[in-house]
């Protein structure tokens, strides 16, 4: 089954953009979908988005709509979460995921990547 790889993420100023890769491995995404998520310190995990196979998005809750790009490269196999705007509260570490198009939980996760905004 497909692994992911991430990439990105470090030490950001507030205001700023990063962008935080997602790239399959051993496999691809065709029928997978790819989410994005997000912890903070003591803080219970927070869906930012994610990208089903037909490039359709699912839209996180609407406090985070507006900053937050979900967006795949051309082969298909690697997935960006832009990040616009940063706010120190964008502080977490960030998680891809994946889950097969059928299926309504994602099984598959990344390693993680931490980011942090300072003010």
């Known amino acids: 089954q497909v692994q992911l790889v991430q990439s990105g993420g470090g030490l950001a100023q507030a205001g700023g953009s990063l962008r935080l890769t997602c790239r399959a491995s051993r496999s691809t995404f065709t029928n997978y979908v790819v989410g994005w998520f997000r912890q903070a310190s003591g803080k219970e995990r927070e869906f930012v988005g994610a990208?089903?196979?037909?490039?359709?998005?699912?839209e996180p809750s609407e406090a985070l709509k507006g900053r937050f790009t979900i967006s795949r490269d051309k082969t298909g196999n690697t997935v960006y979460l832009q990040v616009n705007s940063l706010k120190p509260e964008d502080t977490a570490i960030y998680y891809c995921?994946?889950?097969?198009?059928?299926?309504?939980?994602?099984?598959?996760w990344g390693q993680g990547t931490q980011v942090t905004v300072s003010s």
């Open positions: 990208l089903r196979a037909n490039a359709v998005h699912i």
């Open positions: 995921a994946a889950r097969f198009f059928q299926q309504t939980e994602y099984t598959i």
